[in-house]
């Protein structure tokens, strides 16, 4: 079987001690850094990946991955135990799981989402190690015109499912492809947008961008509101669920997983849509609905399963495809870049050591979060405590050093506090700064394609839709347009995206 | 024109915002040749993205304008703060090389502190004295990353 021998290859390598050690490593700092307050994966990765610029590729990329899964898990811990959704995938985590913590059972639901986002991991691992090697064949299939066709359809995905106005979205989506466009063109050599500014010859970074936006201008948001954290203070005591807990959280395990491993394929899918989805699916089939919103373990046990999932397979378009499918993944493109590593169908065959290296060190850093998790509860609640008055100054510090640390140069960290003041003029006009990352780490392939497409076609648009594969891209995007716009389905969607 | 007041102040905004950029995007752009479709120059597709970015920007003001808009003020900017986080990222952008890492790191600490409004100066100078310790442990003795790290007049 080559999956198996694919597998093989890639435990092999994440089962090197020093890759181990990376993976723990990675799951520790994730979760740390994840655990505290308004810290999402996102920033994590940005704030963490310094200290993985040493490090060779394979153990760096695993390394990454251990911050992001633990960035991840960090989340759902903060969202049972104060109420407070480390990042947007655990929002609805808070719902059911905050309200099991305040009867007492905030061990059992730390355990149900522990329990359940590791048994989505493993299947979630298969399922990318089984789709991989198709999609790779797949991706042979793709042309300028049929990449074009899904990236847009990606960013448009990514807009609909961004909180606020869809056409809002698209103006960021926009926006981040124009600034991508800042530096040198590569078909004709010449600058664009750099103003003479030698450091713009290379376009703009990607991480000081988020990390002057996610970083500095959320910290700036974070100390206008000063509110309360309602932590829950009884010891946390019985981990074990019950018997009739297991009963009832088993299947929403396995429905969260199913739908979170077909949500993280789509491009503009991933964590956040997976848990909402799972979520709206046990309060529909559950045989006690009214217990929703108070405590029913089903909506902790199935968007936890879901996100995590989700979380995992959004690595297969990137890893495929090259496409990364949401903000988290475009960071990891970033980071790849950085090692020079350039996610697309050459990894999986140029690098196949890396790239099954990292699938496995994915199921491996989910074991040891579920190893580490439940004993350490009590730590990260601890942490919980320090001030942000404390904490803030120190997330500064991490993140300067870190833009710094990406050229060693101090260009990137005046970077970081230009995009630190625009990043607080969006929060202030509630725009959506995810679409804005995407679109500036997809835009200059998109700008390629079309390009190539054009050359192709002899400057004849039409061909986008005579291809039968860029038409079903295309019209998906259109369909995701249309069905937005239906008042009923707008409705709903503010509603679930509501932060 | 009664229905023409601005009734959503935010998505206002944020309009203006999309259309300042598209201007100042194709304005720039029209120095470098669009080509033909078949051929682009490297000013085709910035002129393209400008344009379309330019009729969301308009979509989003008329949006606002409409008598159906919901009615939305602008939220309160806190510039006191804004001024402290960013200008401490600039100071440690400037101080770096001058001050070397302890310097500029103590300096960043100390200025940022000043954004909340709970700052003490003890806490902060305690905070600032660990998180330096900290950095210079694991970034420079831990991971060996090439920064400077006494102020250059010691060198």
């Known amino acids: ?102 009867q007492g059972r905030a061990g059992v639901a730390l355990a149900t989402a522990a329990i359940g986002s590791f048994f989505a991991g493993c299947v979630a691992t298969l399922a990318l190690a089984a789709l991989a090697g198709p999609l790779t064949a797949t991706a042979l299939l793709f042309g300028p015109k049929e990449f074009f066709a899904l990236m847009v359809l990606g960013l448009i995905l990514a807009s609909v499912l961004s909180s606020g106005p869809f056409i809002e979205g698209i103006g960021m989506v926009v926006l981040g492809m124009l600034l991508s466009l800042v530096g040198t063109d590569l078909s004709s050599g010449s600058q664009r947008f750099a103003f003479g500014i030698p450091q713009l010859f290379d376009g703009l970074d990607f991480v000081p961008l988020a990390m002057g936006i996610f970083g500095f201008a959320e910290i700036v948001k974070n100390l206008e509101q000063d509110d309360k954290l309602s932590l829950v203070t009884q010891k946390i005591t019985n981990l074990f669920p019950t018997r009739d807990d297991v009963r009832r959280m088993v ?30 699916l046990e309060k529909k089939l559950s045989r006690y609905p009214e217990q929703f919103g108070k405590g029913a373990i089903e909506g902790v046990a199935g968007p936890e399963s879901a996100n995590n999932a989700g979380a995992q397979t959004s690595f297969i378009p990137l890893l495929t495809l090259g496409v990364p499918s949401n903000v988290v993944m475009a ?58 008055r404390y904490l803030f100054p120190a997330i500064m510090v991490f993140c300067s050093i870190g833009v710094y ?48 497409a054009m050359v192709l076609s002899r400057g004849d648009a039409t061909v986008l839709l005579t291809s039968p594969l860029s038409a079903s891209l295309l019209a998906a995007a259109a369909i995701a347009i249309i069905l937005i716009m239906l008042p009923t389905i707008r409705a709903r969607r503010e509603e679930a995206l509501q932060e | 024109m009664k229905g023409l007041a601005i009734r959503n102040h935010r998505a206002f905004a944020s309009g203006v915002l999309f259309l300042a950029f598209a201007i100042f995007f194709f304005v720039t752009a029209l ?125």
């Open chain 2, 31 to 155: 120095q470098y040749p669009a080509g033909t479709a078949a051929r682009m120059g490297p000013g085709y597709f910035p002129r393209l993205l400008a344009i379309v970015l330019a009729a969301v920007g308009l979509i989003v003001i008329l949006g606002a304008m409409k008598p159906t808009a919901e009615a939305q003020g602008l939220r309160q900017w806190d510039l006191k703060g804004l001024a402290w986080i960013a200008g401490s990222v600039i100071l440690f952008g400037a101080l770096l090389f001058p001050l070397g890492l302890v310097g500029a790191l103590f300096v960043l600490v100390m200025v940022s502190s000043r954004a909340s409004p709970e700052f003490t100066w003890t806490g902060a100078l305690a905070n600032a004295v660990v998180l330096t310790a900290l950095c210079l442990a694991v970034f420079v003795y831990g991971l060996g990353l090439q920064l400077p790290v006494w102020p250059s007049l010691l060198n």
């Open chain 1, 331 to 388: 960071l990891m493109v970033g980071a790849m870049n950085i090692h020079n590593i350039h996610p697309g169908p050459e990894v999986m065959t140029k690098n196949p050591t890396l790239f099954w290296g990292l699938i496995a060190s994915m199921w491996v850093g989910n074991l040891m979060l579920l190893i580490l998790n439940l004993p350490l509860v009590g730590l990260w609640v601890k942490l919980l405590t320090i001030p942000y």
């Open chain 1, 1 to 102: 079987m080559d999956l198996f021998h694919n597998l093989a290859i890639g435990f092999a390598t994440a089962a090197q001690p020093a890759n181990l050690l990376y993976a723990f490593f990675g799951c520790l700092l994730g979760t740390l850094i994840g655990v505290l307050p308004g810290l999402g994966p996102l920033a994590t990765i940005a704030m963490l990946l310094p200290i993985t610029y040493a490090l060779q590729p394979d153990a760096a990329l695993i390394m990454l991955a251990g911050i992001y899964y633990g960035a991840q898990y960090g989340g759902s811990t903060t969202a049972i135990v104060v109420n407070l959704p480390g990042e947007s995938s655990s929002v609805v985590t808070t719902i059911d799981g905050y309200q099991m913590a305040k």
């Open chain 1, 405 to 452: 640390s990406i050229n060693s140069g101090t260009f990137e960290v005046y970077e970081a506090a230009v995009f630190c003041v625009f990043g607080y003029v969006l929060i202030k006009l509630q725009l959506p700064a995810a679409p804005l990352l995407l679109g500036l780490v997809l835009g200059p392939a998109i700008e390629e394609n079309f390009r190539r």
């Open chain 1, 251 to 280: 299947p929403a395990m396995l429905r969260g997983t199913a739908l979170g491993t077909l949500l993280g394929v789509l491009p503009g899918g991933g964590a956040v849509l997976s848990s909402f989805a799972s979520y709206t």
